[in-house]
């Protein structure tokens, strides 16, 4: 019940603040946006991958290791994590469209109000943390 009204609650809003026309985003922007992001993603994968790599043979030959892999394995089989998961999988599928709208409205916005006076410096910050993400969070393993 708390899951529908939130649901509902957010469309209502999401369909009155999305309902005035926003700029449309440069196409150079929403493809900057698109490949940070995705090298972000490829850095968080990267990451887990490794903090899993790294933790497996410790968790392993430990009987807290295999005591809670049998309650992983346990609450994968558990009906009701199973119809959340598929429940939140519809929910963004579903949303997936709202999302990629209010996306590209918020990148129109920051190009037409906010590019213009801190584009520049943004950039300069993000080429410059660049060095420091490829040391610390590669985005290769």
Partial sequence: MKLT??????LQ??????????????????DKYTGLKEVFIKRLVTAWEKTKDAAQPL??????????????????????????????SGLAGELEPVVEKARLALLGAYGHYLRPYIGEHLDTAITSIKPVLDTVLPADG
Avoid at 5 to 10: E, N, R, T, W, Y
Avoid at 13 to 30: F, G, I, R, T, Y
Avoid at 75 to 87: D, L, N, Y
């Fill in 13 to 30: 809003v999401s369909v009155c603040v999305w309902a005035q026309d926003w700029p449309e985003p440069d196409k150079e922007l929403v």
């Fill in 59 to 88: 968790l392993e030959g430990s009987p807290t290791g295999d005591s809670a892999k049998e309650i992983f394995e346990e609450i994968k089989k558990s009906p009701r994590v199973e119809s959340t998961v598929k429940i939140i």
């Fill in 5 to 10: 009204f939130a649901l509902i609650l957010a």
